[in-house]
């Protein structure tokens, strides 16, 4: 079974500093996705940023980046410069890359860390 | 915004009510879902809906009860709930899978649901 492990349940930071959020997975699968996603108070959860297994380069969105080691199946993500919009839960996700009539859809989310930017 | 719209934002129902939720999306994707948020759990998948058709049952108990009349719309029925189903539910849309590599799912706002 694929899991994924967020083992910061809460984090803070200040504003303009750097943060790492930690995620872990297992899985035995070869080609899947990876995922942030951003829930701030008002619940709508925001792609933050995703990475494809196949590509050994780490993906970048302004700010946002990650470290994707794929050996020790570890996807942490970097948030530079915070701002106070940063605050929100974070959760890191992964999915499985199926041919057709599998389980597509199927995101499988860590339990989140709370991430608290503080002025 | 991200284009898909769920409502009501808020419900309260009793143990023996029914009602619905509602999710609407008008971004041209085909697959639909309902995910369950629970506190301190991880966001878990109940429901897929490809053009329309159920594709994936996360092993949820039959008082939930999923519609998808068409790819803009996904319903999640609800009848004789527990206060343990008390939690966040989120809809979610894609693209089909058939450009398999667009894999971003675009999430509502949700519906906080208590039950009493």
């Known amino acids: 079974a694929q899991t994924v492990t967020q083992s910061q349940p809460e984090m803070s930071v200040q504003e303009a500093e750097t943060v790492t959020l930690s995620c872990t997975y297992d899985?035995?699968?070869?080609?899947?996705?990876l995922f942030w996603y951003k829930q701030p108070p008002s619940r709508q959860m925001i792609l933050v940023i995703r990475?494809?297994?196949?590509?050994?380069q780490n993906a970048t969105e302004n700010r946002f980046s990650v470290n994707f080691q794929k050996a020790a199946k570890s996807f942490s993500l970097k948030i530079s410069d915070s701002q106070l919009g940063d605050t929100a839960m974070y959760f890191c996700?992964?999915?499985?890359?199926?041919?057709?009539?599998?389980?597509?859809?199927?995101?499988?989310f860590g339990k989140g860390t709370k991430l608290s930017v503080k002025p | 915004e991200t284009g898909v719209t769920q409502t009501p934002r808020h419900l309260v129902m009793g143990m023996t009510n029914k009602k619905s939720l509602k999710c609407e999306q008008h971004?041209?994707?085909?697959?639909m879902y309902w995910y369950k948020q629970s506190a301190k759990k991880p966001l878990e998948l109940m429901f897929v809906?490809?053009?329309?058709?159920?594709?994936e049952n996360n092993s949820v108990p039959s008082r939930f009860s999923p519609e998808c009349p068409n790819s803009s719309h996904l319903f999640l029925h609800l009848h004789t709930l527990q206060p343990e189903d008390s939690a966040l539910y989120l809809c979610?849309?894609?693209?089909?899978?058939?450009?398999?590599?667009?894999?971003?799912?675009?999430f509502g706002q949700g519906t906080r649901l208590t039950v009493v």
């Open positions: 979610a849309s894609s693209q089909d899978w058939v450009g398999r590599r667009n894999t971003e799912a675009f």
């Open positions: 899985t035995s699968e070869n080609n899947y996705y």
């Open positions: 990475q494809e297994a196949y590509k050994q």
């Open positions: 996700a992964f999915m499985p890359d199926r041919n057709y009539g599998g389980s597509q859809g199927n995101l499988i």
């Open positions: 971004l041209g994707h085909n697959a």
């Open positions: 809906y490809n053009f329309k058709e159920q594709t």
